[in-house]
T-cell receptor, first 113, second 112 residues
Framework: DQQVKQNSPSLSVQEGRISILNCDYT??????FLWYKKYPAEGPTFLIS?????DKNEDGRFTVFLNKSAKHLSLHIVPSQPGDSAVYFC????????????FGAGTRLTVKP | GAVVSQHPSRVICKSGTSVKIECRSL??????MFWYRQFPKQSLMLMAT?????????EQGVEKDKFLINHASLTLSTLTVTSAHPEDSSFYIC????????FGQGTRLTVV
């Protein structure tokens, strides 16, 4: 049962433009969401998170938006840089199951110079 | 479908016993596997990185004698929590990396 879905396996964006990565979840009990970034041959690293009491969290070029009614979150990267090229995972957790995280399958972002 | 299988998904053990968690890549060769521990409402804490056929590299503060990692093949890595204590209760997640990377489903360990 895949509770967190990233339906786009890949995304290609021109440098300087906006990258939008999407994530959908099915379990309304999730109340904490995170994005991880992964470079080749490295483990995923934490990027940004958002609690369900918010609908937006911003950190520099990265902004995460949460739409609880649609069970949808997105990560915006503005402006995109070639160094942002990586695989991005979204994750969700909730107190209903000890806050154990559930991960999406990842989206590979390629930012072209 | 899942390409990284982590087993068991839940385990309860008595204090002082050892628990083994398996992480298998199902249809790709995982040259590197990462083991994480997740604390409630916090991001993942990297415990160790293991490459097939070599010793794992542990992060600072992680006891290598307590958390034994074996990566004997390109499709299997195991994490053994030795002499488990209640404070080891947590959610453990593996990530397998080859050309792509995927997370396991996680293991909820409860030590009583």
């Amino acid at each position: 049962d895949q509770q967190v879905k990233q339906n786009s396996p890949s995304l290609s964006v021109q440098e300087g433009r906006i990258s939008i990565l999407n994530c959908d979840y099915t379990n309304s009990m999730f109340d904490y969401f995170l994005w991880y970034k992964k470079y080749p041959a490295e483990g995923p690293t934490f990027l940004i998170s958002i609690s369900s009491i918010k609908d937006k969290n911003e950190d520099g070029r990265f902004t995460v938006f949460l739409n609880k009614s649609a069970k949808h979150l997105s990560l915006h990267i503005v402006p995109s840089q070639p160094g942002d090229s990586a695989v991005y995972f979204c994750a969700a957790s909730g107190e209903y199951n000890n806050n154990d995280m559930r991960f999406g399958a990842g989206t590979r972002l390629t930012v072209k110079p | 479908g899942a390409v990284v299988s982590q087993h068991p998904s839940r385990v309860i053990c008595k204090s002082g016993t050892s628990v083994k968690i398996e992480c298998r890549s199902l249809d790709f060769q995982a040259t590197t596997m990462f083991w994480y521990r997740q604390f409630p409402k916090q991001s993942l804490m990297l415990m160790a990185t293991s490459n097939e056929g070599s010793k794992a590299t542990y992060e600072q503060g992680v006891e290598k004698d307590k958390f034994l990692i074996n990566h004997a093949s390109l499709t299997l890595s195991t994490l053994t929590v030795t002499s488990a204590h209640p404070e080891d209760s947590s959610f453990y997640i593996c990530s397998a990396t080859g050309f792509e990377a995927f997370f396991g489903q996680g293991t909820r360990l409860t030590v009583v």
